[in-house]
């Protein structure tokens, strides 16, 4: 038996393979990204990564690892202090329509009903009006709202807002989909519900996604590429392909089996800084560190 | 049901007490009539015309300075809220204006434009603009800034986003602007009616005290409480109800 649980450890290993993109083959090039905010904190440092198109990307970490801050500069809503992001080779400089960004929050105009919502965002991308209740509805059907088409935003449970929003980000037909932890404000439920249906809209579109979230399981179900992070100074440590075919059960054996090796690289990540008893830490890195004051931490004994 | 009541049992309970201080005869019932008095004033001149006559001239005049104040104020407050220069010299003006009451314009505004109806339509628009300035500049800052960023991820620029998007996000607020405008617009009008000849509710009031005639003063008063309150509830509140539920801002004002 111990046997079997080794061999089943040591197979999630092996659909786990470290990633290797050459950046001209690239659909998303990020290139030494760096970003400081006005307050000194390093949001990310040196950061490289390529993403082939088609590919599902996760950008996965704890909370102030600079994930977000990643995905704000791919989406253009950051401008960062170093390096480039480019797509399909060129320099981004600012938001394009060829990239969409998707919140936590559903974010719908409240007051415009679903179809309007989906019809409203048509307009600006310059859809001839006949055209555009017509592929709203295709959209609504695609995200499983229909019979809501006329309801406000209000009147609906946040996992249908959420699916409103996926169905106006779609119709909007960008190339790449850029979302910061969407689910993270549904109940588990919901959250998986929302999960396998992105999963079968992705395998039908074939659209790149770059996909924030800071839950292992969310990030093993969806992507076909891992990317963990760790703060302080933001960065990536580990790239890797998660060879699991699609469709993906939350359920799956060897899907959990990923989830606790991840969760122990990642703690791995995170553990020295963390576990490090605090009396062996030298004074001048804490009295350093911005927003921690000085006194009040454990001090060495002398 | 019961609140009807209850408000129903309270304007009762005045109209009693009022009643009853009357017959009591501390003061001349010429100068404190009871309220069955008042309202035989009112219906009087209900019945010979001069309380419609009047109150057509006062909404008339209020309605054109109303519409000139929405006119200018909401696009004054739309570009203070998103231009700097505006920001920075015109609103520091706004606001200081705002600190004189409206009354005070009218002086000025008998210099420059006599005895007329422009005098009063100045000294109300005037007297509302700024308000309505300032409350649209304000619900436009507060527009939701989640709302402009995915308008902006969207591609959603120019007027689409400045009418469709800034525009009604801001409506709730602005309404209430409006509302506010509008209370003060009605006390602006009525100050300035009340102080020369002018064929409106206000010139009432005064040709009741000049005839020492105290139901007169008292109906036109009840008249005009009357028309501020139905104005209020019937026009700003349906609307501005409606629109905060349709917004999904609250469940009933």
Redesign the interface.
């Known amino acids: 038996m111990l046997r079997a649980l080794l061999g089943r450890w040591r197979s999630s290993l092996s659909l786990l393979r470290p990633a290797h993109v050459d950046a001209d083959r690239a659909k998303i090039a990020v290139a030494q990204l760096g970003h400081q905010y006005a307050n000194k904190v390093v949001a990310l440092q040196d950061v490289s990564l390529n993403v082939r198109s088609g590919e599902f990307v996760c950008l996965l970490g704890p909370s102030g690892c600079g994930k977000s801050t990643l995905l704000y500069a791919l989406a253009g809503q950051v401008k960062p202090t170093g390096g480039t992001v480019a797509i399909d080779g060129k320099t981004i400089t600012g938001p394009g329509p060829e990239r969409l960004l998707m919140f936590q929050e559903a974010a719908l105009f409240p007051w415009l009903t679903v179809r309007g919502n989906i019809t409203f965002a048509l307009g600006a991308k310059g859809v001839p009006r006949a055209e555009r209740r017509e592929r709203a509805d295709a959209f609504i059907r695609r995200v499983q709202l229909t019979g809501f088409e006329d309801t406000l935003p209000h009147q609906l449970s946040g996992g249908m807002k959420m699916r409103a929003s996926l169905a106006r980000a779609l119709a909007m037909d960008p190339t790449v989909l850029l979302m910061d932890e969407p689910f993270g404000s549904l109940d588990a439920q919901t959250r998986i519900h929302m999960q396998e249906l992105l999963q079968s809209i992705w395998m039908r579109t074939g659209k790149t996604v770059v996909f924030v979230t800071h839950d292992v399981h969310e990030a093993l179900m969806l992507g076909t590429r891992v990317v963990l992070m760790a703060p302080r100074p933001g960065r990536v440590v580990r790239d890797l392909e998660v060879h699991l075919p699609m469709p993906r059960k939350a359920e799956d054996a060897g899907l959990n089996e990923m989830v606790r090796h991840v969760r122990e690289l990642l703690r791995q990540v995170e553990g020295p800084g963390l576990q490090e008893p605090a009396p062996r830490r030298p004074p001048e890195r804490t009295a350093s560190r911005p927003g921690l004051p000085a006194q009040g931490l454990p001090r060495p004994v002398r | 049901m019961k609140r009807y009541i209850h408000k129903l049992s309270m304007v009762l309970l005045l109209l009693g007490v009022w009643e009853l201080v009357a017959r009591l005869g501390v003061w001349s019932p010429h100068l404190f009539p009871g309220p069955f008095t008042v309202a035989k004033s009112l219906g009087a001149m209900l019945s010979d015309g001069r309380m419609a006559e009047a109150t057509l001239r006062s909404m008339g005049r209020l309605f054109r300075a109303y519409l000139m104040s929405v006119g200018i104020g909401i696009p004054l407050g739309l570009l203070i809220a998103r231009i700097a220069f505006f920001r920075n010299a015109v609103k520091p003006i706004v606001s200081g204006l705002q600190a004189l009451p409206s009354i005070c314009w009218l002086p000025l505004a008998l210099l420059w434009f006599g005895l007329t109806d422009a005098a009063i339509l100045f000294v109300v628009v005037m007297g509302s603009v700024l308000g309505i300035a300032i409350a649209t500049e304000d619900s436009v800052n507060g527009v939701d800034p989640?709302?402009v960023?995915?308008a902006?991820?969207?591609?959603?620029?120019g007027l689409?986003f400045q009418f469709?998007?800034m525009l009604?996000?801001a409506?709730p607020g602005i309404v209430t602007g409006l509302k506010l405008g509008w209370s003060f617009a009605w006390r602006a009008l009525l100050a300035g009616e009340l102080l020369f000849v002018s064929g409106g509710l206000g010139q009432l009031l005064t040709v009741g005290r000049e005839l020492m005639d105290v139901p007169q003063v008292m109906a036109v008063m009840v008249a005009i409480i009357l028309i501020g309150i139905t104005v209020d509830r019937v026009l700003f509140q349906t609307v501005e109800g409606r629109l905060r539920r349709?917004?999904?801002l609250a469940g009933a004002v």
């Open positions: 989640q709302l960023r995915v902006s991820t969207l591609g959603v620029k689409r469709g998007v009604p996000a409506l349709r917004w999904g």
